[in-house]
């Protein structure tokens, strides 16, 4: 799959249709691929500003970018210096104020002094300060699976794969059905099996059938579409949630097929109490991304390191909270997980720790968050600690944008005005917006509310006026007709019509 921004689609007659390529991209993905060839031993700021001169050339960010995503995924990153970097930071920033640093000279003593300490050249030192930073990580290995036609195979697969992300129902028709109905076992996915006169239609049905839409239903979706592009003579037709929005998605062999290469597989966990908790976790529709054995912590200054069993990443801003889950195995191994956990520092670092243990208050000495748990991770304890860090990042987001919020689109939802902030809707739900009206999650401009009074009326049918708000940019129906003084009288089964309240 790609990231949502990455998503290229059309909406031409109320469609929802993933803009495919074919061989004209060809140039576009082999210059990409040489791009990252070219750049092994490089930083990842020079790879960067080599993709950014691509998109220029190329004139599309997305495709330039979609499959740069590919590729990232085949490549290696390491952090090269001479000292620790956390390390030479602290020693750094020690020395500097003890020297008090206001110009280039002090701030030269300061990293001389530094160096001192260390038992190194001061140059040393300033490499290492950043170079744990993504910007000025070292791209160490490239090594793609696919050539460039078959990434070209691989965009359009992770390209359909995205558009499935926000399905609420999938239907599909396929030569191997058997195989299907697995994947979806498997999947964790709700089915049934309906005859048409095309013959039998597996229907998986999404979460808005039982609540409300997870992530877990969506990346099902997205799985469950590379089992069916292997199979041969399928067809998937889908309804997209798109943003409010019911539209429709039809794909058929001619448009998806599975490049000759093995899939990355997803890690083993190491206990059940792990994977059960990563599999609940993954099923809540949160702002937090869960990632399995994120990069190494160091632990006393950088002589030993320890892998988290969890990351928690924010969504809407570089923040990351570790989560390791302690359980019982020997009382050596208990002793060495206590150490690891006293010697990490300058992290926030969540741990669950087996009641059995009675260590929680050890956990708690050494300024991390413990969750006692006896047989499973109760996901809602883990929930509560990140909805406090959520608090203060929502606080921090809000406190950094002006208390008026003027958006240039006459009409813009609230999750794309926060999308364009990069921060989440609750950042921006107290802000004022004078040039705009807010209706429902939407902000319109005074003179679209006009312009739809005098296109809208009574007695208008409610897909008449529906088309009419969706010209405008308006997807919540409701809200609007209520701001603009209708209600919809519902004609039975039949469909409803716009009246005055």
Request: net charge negative; hydrophobic share 40%; charged share 30%.
């Amino acid at each position: 799959m790609l990231t949502k921004d990455l998503l290229r689609v059309s909406r031409t007659g109320g469609g929802y249709h993933p803009q495919f390529v074919g061989r004209e991209a060809e140039s576009v993905a082999s210059r990409v691929v040489e791009t990252y060839e070219s750049h092994v031993g490089d930083r990842r700021g020079a790879l960067e500003d080599a993709l950014t001169a691509l998109e220029t050339e190329a004139e599309s960010f997305k495709l330039v970018r979609g499959f740069a995503a590919l590729c990232d995924r085949e490549a290696e990153y390491e952090t090269r210096s001479a000292l620790p970097p956390e390390r030479a930071r602290r020693v750094a920033f020690e020395a500097a104020e003890t020297v008090g640093v206001a110009s280039e000279d002090e701030r030269e003593q300061a990293l001389a002094a530094a160096a001192d300490r260390l038992g190194v050249d001061a140059s040393a030192v300033e490499t290492s300060l950043y170079a744990d930073r993504e910007v000025n990580q070292t791209l160490a290995a490239f090594e793609p699976r696919w050539t460039p036609d078959e990434l070209l195979t691989q965009y359009n697969l992770s390209l359909a794969q995205t558009a499935l992300f926000d399905a609420t129902e999938v239907r599909i028709r396929s030569a191997d059905p058997k195989a299907l109905v697995s994947a979806v076992k498997r999947l964790r996915l709700m089915y049934e099996v309906e005859q048409t006169p095309e013959g039998r239609e597996l229907v998986v049905t999404g979460p808005d059938a039982l609540f409300r839409r997870t992530r877990r239903y969506g990346t099902g979706f997205a799985r469950l579409l590379r089992t069916v592009a292997a199979t041969d003579d399928w067809r998937l037709s889908a309804t997209i949630d798109d943003r409010g929005t019911e539209r429709d998605l039809v794909l058929t062999d001619a448009d998806v097929s599975v490049p000759g290469v093995e899939p990355v597989a997803e890690p083993a966990f190491d206990s059940g109490v792990e994977a059960d908790f990563a599999a609940r976790f993954r099923a809540l529709d949160l702002d937090w991304t869960l990632v399995r054995e994120p990069e190494p912590l160091a632990v006393d200054g950088g002589a030993r390191v320890m892998i988290p069993d969890f990351a928690f990443d924010y969504e809407y801003t570089d923040f990351r909270v570790y989560f390791e889950i302690m359980g019982f195995w020997t009382p050596d191994y208990v002793e060495k997980k206590l150490g690891q956990l006293a010697g990490v520092e300058d992290v926030d670092l969540l741990v669950a720790v087996d009641e059995s243990l009675a260590a929680s208050d050890e956990i708690e000495a050494r300024d991390h968050r413990a969750i006692p748990y006896s047989g499973t991770v109760r996901v809602k304890d883990v929930v509560d600690v990140l909805r406090e860090y959520e608090a203060d990042l929502v606080a921090d987001a809000s406190g950094d944008l002006p208390d008026e919020l003027t958006p240039d689109a006459d009409v813009i939802s609230l999750a794309d005005l926060a999308a364009d902030y990069a921060v989440s809707v609750d950042a921006i739900e107290d802000k004022s917006f004078p040039d705009h009206r807010r209706v429902g999650r939407t902000l319109v401009r005074p003179a679209v509310l006009d312009d739809l009074a005098d296109a809208i009326e009574p007695g208008m049918d409610l897909g008449e006026a529906e088309d009419v708000l969706a010209d405008h940019g308006i997807g919540d129906a409701s809200a609007a007709l209520s701001a603009l003084g209708y209600r919809v009288a519902w004609e039975g089964l039949s469909g409803g019509t716009v009246r005055e309240k």
